[in-house]
Each structure stands twice: as C-alpha cells, then as structure tokens.
C-alpha cells in the first residue's frame, strides 16, 4: 500500500523537481486515486492499474496543472475520466465485491468491530450495487470528503444535479439497507 503524509500538505513544496513532485502526488493521493478507481471497477487489480496510469499522465501533463483546484481534484478528476473509459473498453458485470474501504476507528470491543466491520461491508456492498451515478457522487461526498461545489466541477455537472443524484443514492441505500436488515431478521 502507498504510504501516505500529512493531509494538511495540499501543494507539493515548490522546491521539488519534476520527478519529486510526483512522489509527493503519489504518496499523498495514492491511497485515494485506488479507492476511487476501485468504487467504480470492483476489481483491485484493475484498480491498481489505473492508478498507476493516472500518476503517468499527472507526470506527463505535470506542467499542465494551472491551480484552478486542487491537485486532488485535479487527479481525482483523471482518476474517474481513465475510470470511465476502462469501462467504456471493458465487460466488468458479477465481479466478487470485497470491502475495500477501512474501517477508521479503532474500538477495543472485539465484538462491536465485527459488528462494525459487518455494517460496512453490508453498506458497501450496497452502495456498490447502486448505479455509477449514484455510487460516484456518494464515493466522492461520503468517503474522499468532496464537496458538492467540488464534485460538480469534477463531473461537469450543475451542483444541483450532484444534490439530486446524492437525494436519489441516499433513498435508494435506505430501501436497500432496509431489504437487508428485513432478511436477516
């Protein structure tokens, strides 16, 4: 896995040359730009390839980069265009789903971390059962911590269209939710 630095860093310090700067990308984004390849391709190892394609061509239009957003947005926006096109190319229907996302908070209780840990692969199981434009706007908002402001820019769609698809991703995870919970009891 790609070590990550301080997120409190949001430009790589001006010093670096070229090939520095994209180890400062790759360290600090890395970890991002898999987690969002892998919501909208369910297989790690296709994630991964992706991810190795975004940081060629950060590397390669590096120069490019004019500072109207950030440099996450700006790879995260690569991120799901390359996306987008692999699916565009490829087959990638009843692919094994495997939780991917990591549980953020350390708890003691053995108990209630596999309590949690089942609640989280139920519902990303769920939000990965949800169309692609729902699950990217819920993947965007909910796990990398976009804004809606953000998410439209990256999407080039109006931020009303991004609070619709998060309104319409949300009422299906519940109905969704709701026919889990109703089966296991």
């Known amino acids: 896995m790609i070590e990550e630095i301080n997120s409190s860093e949001i430009e790589p310090p001006y010093y670096l040359n070229r090939e520095d700067k994209l180890k400062w990308l790759m360290r600090t984004y890395g970890n991002d730009v898999i987690r969002v390849a892998y919501t909208y391709l369910k297989q790690k190892q296709l994630a991964e390839d992706v991810a190795q394609d975004v940081f060629i061509e950060c590397y390669e239009k590096m120069d490019t980069f004019r500072n109207d957003s950030s440099y996450k947005t700006w790879i995260i926006k690569i991120t799901v265009n390359r996306c987008k ?13 495997t939780n991917y996302f990591e549980n953020k908070n350390a708890d003691s209780s053995l108990e209630r971390n596999m309590c ?10 769920q939000i ?13 908002f909910y796990y990398q911590e976009f804004t809606i402001a953000e998410i439209s820019v990256l999407l080039k769609v109006k931020p009303n269209t991004i609070k619709t698809r998060l309104h319409r991703a949300r009422l299906n995870l519940k109905k969704l939710l709701e026919g889990v919970s109703s089966i296991n009891g």
Do not use: G, T
């Open 85 to 97: 096109d692999v699916l565009k190319s490829w087959s990638l229907k009843n692919l094994l789903f």
């Open 116 to 125: 949690r840990e089942e609640a989280n692969q139920i519902l990303s199981q």
């Open 128 to 140: 990965m059962e949800l169309p692609v434009k729902l699950r990217e706007v819920i993947i965007l």
